[in-house]
C-alpha cells in the first residue's frame, strides 16, 4: 500500500512538473509570438532629399480603433529581420511600451544594410546646406516627415530613442528638428568620437581593436548580410596578444581586405578600413574629428523637443556622450524641457529585463533597470507622444542613482545646487590629504614590456565593460601603480558632479600617459552579497572603481596641438574625470591610484615623443622613470 501510495505521489510530482514546464515554454513561446500576434509589419524605401533610398521597417498594432505615436530608432546596426513574415521579438525602448501599442519603426542608417548610399562614420554636421545637400539631421527629418504623411493611424506626435551609435543618431534627430518630433531619448549617446568609444584624452581605446572593421569596411550596395568581418587574435590572452604585436602599425595587416575577404599582406602599410584609416592618419584633434562631434551643435534643438538623456555611471563605452548631450543643451537652451537619468548600469544595462543588477562583480540592487522602464521611460514617451505634453511631466529634472549608498536621487539641477568643490593632495606615505603637507617626488619606472594591466583577468573580449567595477588591489600591490588613501572616514563624504586632478609631474623621456583612477575601499568585514562574483573575490577590502580617466600627455595643453614633455621638468597635467554620484560611507576610505600604462584598454605610449604614435617603430619605445609630485591635487565636487 505504501509503496503504491509512493508510486501515486510521484506521477502526479512528475505530471506537475511537466505541467509546469508546458506552460512554461508556452508563456515564453507566446512572450517570443507577441510582436508577431499585435503588430503588422511592413518595409519600405523612404526617398531623402538627394534621392537616395532608406530601408525602415514599420511595426503598426493591428487595432486600428484608435491612433498611435510613431517611435523612431534610425540604426547603423541592422533593422533585421528582413522579409514577409518575419518578425523581431521585441521591438521599442521597453516591453511596456510595445504592449501599450505604438507605431514602432526602425530605420537602417545610410549606407548601412539594406539603405542605398555611401556610410560615413560619425558623418558631420553641415550648418549652412544648399537645398539638395544631406547630412544625418536632413535623412531624419525627411523620414519623419514621410512616416507622418504615410503610415496609416499616427497621431501626428514622434518619439526617436537609441542606446549607444542609435543613441547618437536619436540626439542628431532633435537638431534642426522636424515639427512633429516631440520627445527624443539620447541614451548612451556618442558625442565626439574622439572623446568616446574609441578614443578617450587622445588615447587610442585599443581594447576596441577588433570593432573598426563594423564601422570601416566599404559598402556601396544594400546587401541583408554582413559585408564586414572581425579581425581573428585566436587567443585568450588578449594582454600577451597586443604585447606581442608591438606597434600600433603592427595591426595594419587586420584591415587589409578585397573583394574576396583576403588578407593582402605585401605592404605593411597599406590600409583598406576607411575607419582605420581615418584613425591613423588623423591622431590629433583636427578638423576632421571635430565636425564629426555633435554636441557642438546643440544650440539648434527647438524647444518644441523634448528630451531625455539616459546614461550609466559605469557605461564603459559612452560615459562622455550622454554627460554631455545633457550639459550641452542645457548651456545653451536653458528653457527646454532636458532631464537626465543616471543609474548604476554598463552600456545600455537600463534596457534589459533583469531582476538582479550588478556590474562586474559589484551588486547595486534589484529591479533597478525595470523600474526605469515603468516609472520613468514609459512615462516620458506617454506624456509627450500621447497626453498634453506640458513641461510639467512629473518626471525629476536629475534622477541620479548614488552608488555608493545605493539609492536613487531627484534633483531640479545637476550638479545639485548644494554641491562644493574641495581638494584633497596626493601626499607621501600613501596618504590622502585634505592640505598640501609637502612638495617633494614620488617615482616610479614605467616598463613598457610589463604595463599595468587593466584587469587581472585573462581574456580576450569585444569590448570591455566589466572592469568599470573591478576590485583594484591587484593594480595597487604594483611598484609602477601610486597610491594615495585617506584615514577611515568618519562621517559619509558624497561626490556628486565632475573630479578634476591637478598633476604635477615629470618624466625622465618626453611622452608619457597619466592615468587617475578614484576608488571605494570597503571595510573588512563586508560579506559577499553577489553570489556571481567571480570565486577568488571578496567583498571584504574590495577597492571598487568609482570614476578613472586617462590623458595622453601630448595634449595636456590642446587636443589639436601635442606636444613633448621637456624630461625632468616640473610640469602640470590637468585631467577632467566624468561625473559621478558617489557616497563614500563611513568605514570606507577614499583611495587614488596614479599609473602611467593601462594595458590594453589604451594603446602603449612609446614615451619618446613621436609626430604620430600610429606609425612609431619599436625602437621608439623606451622604458622611462616618471614623477608625481607631492602637490598634485584632486578636486571633487562634494555635496553638502
Not at 569596411?217 to 608591438?246: C, H, I, R, V
Not at 533583469?354 to 523600474?371: A, C, E, P
Not at 601603480?481 to 559619509?492: P, S
Not at 590594453?600 to 609630485?629: R, W
Request: glycine share 6%; hydrophobic share 30%; net charge neutral.
Amino acid at each position: 500500500m505504501k509503496k503504491q501510495l509512493y508510486f501515486v505521489l510521484l506521477t502526479l510530482l512528475l505530471s506537475a512538473s511537466c505541467a509546469k514546464k508546458n506552460q512554461s515554454s508556452a508563456n515564453k513561446k507566446q512572450e517570443q509570438n507577441y510582436v508577431q500576434n499585435h503588430y503588422n509589419k511592413k518595409e519600405v524605401k523612404i526617398t531623402m532629399r538627394d534621392g537616395v533610398k532608406l530601408h525602415a521597417t514599420i511595426y503598426s498594432p493591428k487595432d486600428t480603433s484608435k491612433t498611435y505615436p510613431i517611435l523612431l530608432q534610425r540604426t547603423p546596426y541592422s533593422c533585421q529581420p528582413y522579409g514577409d513574415g518575419t518578425f523581431k521579438n521585441k521591438i521599442g525602448p521597453n516591453p511596456i511600451l510595445m504592449k501599450e501599442g505604438n507605431i514602432i519603426v526602425y530605420e537602417d542608417v545610410r549606407g548601412r544594410w539594406m539603405s542605398e548610399g555611401v556610410y560615413d562614420n560619425m558623418r558631420a554636421y553641415i550648418p549652412n546646406k544648399q537645398e539638395k545637400e544631406t547630412d544625418e539631421t536632413t535623412d531624419t527629418y525627411d523620414t519623419i516627415d514621410w512616416l507622418v504623411k504615410n503610415v496609416s493611424n499616427n497621431n501626428g506626435n514622434v518619439g526617436t530613442w537609441g542606446i549607444s551609435y542609435p543613441g547618437h543618431y536619436a540626439t542628431v534627430s532633435t537638431i534642426d528638428a522636424h515639427p512633429a518630433l516631440k520627445a527624443a531619448s539620447p541614451q548612451a549617446c556618442i558625442g565626439d568620437f574622439f572623446f568616446d568609444d574609441f578614443h578617450h584624452n587622445g588615447a587610442f581605446l585599443l581594447s576596441y581593436f577588433r570593432a573598426v572593421s563594423l564601422f570601416g569596411t566599404y559598402k556601396d550596395q544594400p546587401t541583408d548580410s554582413a559585408w564586414y568581418s572581425f579581425p581573428e587574435m585566436n587567443t585568450q590572452d588578449q594582454y600577451q596578444f597586443f604585447l606581442d604585436k608591438g606597434p600600433l602599425k603592427n595591426l595594419n595587416e587586420y584591415f587589409q581586405y578585397d573583394k574576396l575577404d583576403t588578407k593582402v599582406t605585401n605592404s605593411k602599410n597599406r590600409i583598406d578600413d576607411f575607419f582605420w584609416k581615418e584613425i591613423v592618419e588623423h591622431p590629433n584633434y583636427d578638423s576632421v574629428w571635430q565636425s564629426k562631434g555633435i554636441i557642438q551643435h546643440l544650440n539648434k534643438v527647438p524647444s518644441s523637443v523634448a528630451t531625455m538623456i539616459v546614461g550609466g555611471w559605469f557605461d564603459a563605452e559612452d560615459l562622455y556622450g550622454p554627460l554631455e548631450t545633457y550639459k550641452g543643451i542645457e548651456k545653451h537652451q536653458p528653457n527646454n524641457y532636458n532631464t537626465m537619468v543616471f543609474g548604476p548600469w554598463d552600456h545600455g544595462g537600463w534596457s534589459r529585463n533583469k531582476v538582479k543588477n550588478t556590474v562586474g562583480n559589484y551588486y547595486f540592487g534589484d529591479s533597478i533597470s525595470l523600474n526605469f522602464q515603468k516609472e520613468i521611460e514609459t512615462k516620458f514617451f506617454n506624456h509627450f507622444l500621447k497626453e498634453d505634453g506640458s513641461n510639467n511631466s512629473g518626471l525629476p529634472e536629475a534622477y541620479v542613482f548614488d552608488t555608493g549608498k545605493k539609492e536613487w536621487q531627484s534633483y531640479d539641477v545637476w550638479p545639485p545646487k548644494n554641491a562644493s568643490k574641495q581638494t584633497f593632495f596626493l601626499s607621501e606615505d600613501e596618504k590622502l590629504s585634505s592640505s598640501k603637507l609637502s612638495n617633494n617626488k614620488i617615482s616610479f619606472v614605467s616598463d613598457i614590456k610589463h604595463p599595468v594591466p587593466y584587469s587581472e583577468d585573462i581574456k580576450t573580449v569585444f569590448t570591455p565593460r566589466k572592469y568599470m567595477t573591478d576590485d583594484q588591489r591587484f593594480a595597487a600591490r604594483r611598484p609602477d601603480a601610486l597610491v594615495f588613501e585617506t584615514e577611515i572616514l568618519d562621517n559619509d563624504i558624497t561626490l556628486a558632479g565632475d573630479i578634476l586632478a591637478k598633476l604635477k609631474v615629470a618624466t625622465t623621456g618626453n611622452a608619457a600617459d597619466w592615468i587617475v583612477k578614484v576608488i571605494d575601499v570597503h571595510p573588512h568585514d563586508l560579506k559577499n552579497d553577489n553570489e556571481e562574483m567571480q570565486g577568488h573575490l571578496k567583498l571584504s577590502n574590495y577597492h571598487l572603481m568609482v570614476r578613472s580617466e586617462v590623458l595622453r600627455g601630448r595634449f595636456r595643453n590642446s587636443f589639436a596641438k601635442p606636444e613633448p614633455f621637456i624630461p625632468n621638468k616640473k610640469t602640470d597635467v590637468n585631467i577632467e574625470l566624468q561625473d559621478v554620484f558617489h557616497t563614500f560611507k563611513k568605514g570606507h576610505k577614499i583611495h587614488i591610484q596614479v599609473q602611467s600604462t593601462w594595458f590594453p584598454l589604451i594603446d602603449l605610449n612609446p614615451q619618446t615623443y613621436v609626430e604620430n604614435i600610429y606609425k612609431a617603430n619599436e625602437d621608439d619605445f623606451k622604458n622611462q622613470t616618471h614623477s608625481v609630485f607631492t602637490d598634485s591635487s584632486i578636486e571633487f565636487t562634494i555635496l553638502k
